[in-house]
């Protein structure tokens, strides 16, 4: 990951390095740097030379050392709203309809970008997360599932190639993941939802890998209003079973005593 640096730029050299690693995603939030000693070897340069491209680093609110623990990648997706907004889109419900709007034009986009600009290491990357889905959904094992599910969108966002779009996504998946618009639980809790987003997700990857941005997108687009129906099919029948619920309770209290 770390090349040997420009000595005529010495300390900023090594600056310039870890800051393109950390805007291009390659160093994540909460990721531990190498030692002193095994980065400035990889780095080529002296231990005080990157100690002065650390400090700056840190000053940068870039990195951030942790007593007896080493050197990490600070937090730098944050909140895409503070958490009064996140609270008022939890008490309307409403707003996952916007919610899904703006997922399906961004991914559809992301999608379309990583069939033209997706590396081999990305497409590699997308058919070994299907491959695990694969493997999960034979088991049952419905988290490890959900979890790669959100890993897939992360892929396909990195596959892209754009870093503002790749930060965005991923402030977007963390409110996912955190199950601020809806609980993902739900989702494959529905008796074939699991079999057609492991499809989806399988179709998204191919049209990727055969370089087909116009499928992609659609495959894309196509998967995020798949979801927002389910959902939505799942909350009426939740609707429905409540008012049976209710109504039962109330036939049962008032039924004629024998």
Partial sequence: MFQPVDHQKTADAAVEQIENLILKGVLQSGDRLPSERDLADQMKVSRPVLRDALKTLEERDLIEARRGGGTFVCDLIGPIFSEAVV????????????????????????????????APSDI?????IVEQMQAAHEIGDLHTESRLDVAFHHAVGEAAHNVVMLHTLRSCYRLLENGVFYNRGRLYDHPTARTELLQQHRAIAEAIGDGDPVSAKRYSEEHIDYVRATLAEAEQLDQREQLAGLRRSKSTKHAPRS
Avoid: C, K, N, T
Wanted: charged share 25%.
């Fill in 87 to 118: 609270q008022l889109i939890a008490r309307h419900p409403s707003a996952i309809s916007d919610y899904f709007e703006f997922r399906r034009g961004i991914e559809g986009q992301a999608a379309s970008q990583a069939a033209v600009r997706a």
């Fill in 124 to 128: 590699a990357r997308l058919q070994e």
